[in-house]
């Protein structure tokens, strides 16, 4: 399978600051997408992003298919952005390869 | 549309029960997916299916699992018997055909608890 990489791991940042997030793959890939997974558990698409960049609010994201890597931005941050983020790449079987997620704690 | 739904939230079993757990995707998509969180183990594929049938189980863990699509508004999938180990959240996702661009939702998760 596809080896997805996420860094940092783990962050912690206070409110307002900006952060970037990386994720690496280890193969062509046909599509890539960012997740939120909230504290409580639940996952939510953030962008479906198989190439270029994309914004929405204060993220944004950007995908470079060609040198096998994504970035997520996120500026202002908020306490509410706290959480777990997945970058999840998907094959041409329409299979999904997840990345081990980056924490991040936004403290007030 | 509600979004994925999966049944129960919450499942608390003794070890060797059957467990079965639900999903009901959105409607109109083509693909349902079933994933497994552990803290040890991240995100994992366990099956998904296509228009009703099974594509790829090459991530179920072992023959005590198994999943099922009778048709395209409801999938299950079971574990016979159940094990300590197999505690985790479980997560149904659903996407629409797209070509090759397929983009899932997620259900809230089964969280799952063996004892």
């Known amino acids: 399978g596809i080896q997805v990489e996420q860094s940092p791991p783990d962050l912690i940042l206070q409110e307002g600051a900006n952060s970037t997030l990386r994720c690496n793959f280890s193969d062509s890939v046909n599509n890539l997408q960012w997740f939120h997974q909230n504290p409580w558990g639940q996952l939510i698409n953030l962008f479906y992003?198989?190439?270029g960049t994309k914004q929405n609010g204060r993220l944004s994201a950007t995908t470079v298919a060609t040198e096998r890597y994504s970035l997520l931005y996120i500026s202002s941050s908020q306490t509410t952005d706290s959480g777990v983020y997945f970058c999840a790449v998907i094959n041409t079987g329409n299979q999904f390869y997840f990345g081990t997620g980056t924490s991040l704690t936004v403290i007030p | 549309d509600a979004g994925v739904i999966q049944s129960p939230r919450h499942e608390v079993t003794e070890m060797g029960q059957e467990v079965t757990l639900r999903c009901k995707p959105i409607?109109?998509?083509?693909?349902l997916f079933w994933y497994r969180q552990t803290m040890m183990r991240g995100l994992e594929l366990l099956i998904y299916f296509n228009n009703n049938v099974p594509i790829d189980d090459s991530g179920m863990p072992e023959d005590r699992f198994s999943a099922k699509m009778p048709n395209a508004s409801f999938s299950t999938l079971k574990i016979q018997p159940s094990e300590p180990r197999d505690s985790a959240v479980y997560f149904c996702?659903?996407?629409?055909?797209?070509?090759?661009?397929?983009?899932?939702?997620f259900g809230q998760g089964t969280r799952l608890t063996v004892v």
């Open positions: 409607s109109g998509h083509d693909y």
């Open positions: 996702a659903s996407s629409p055909h797209e070509g090759y661009s397929p983009e899932a939702f």
């Open positions: 992003i198989p190439s």
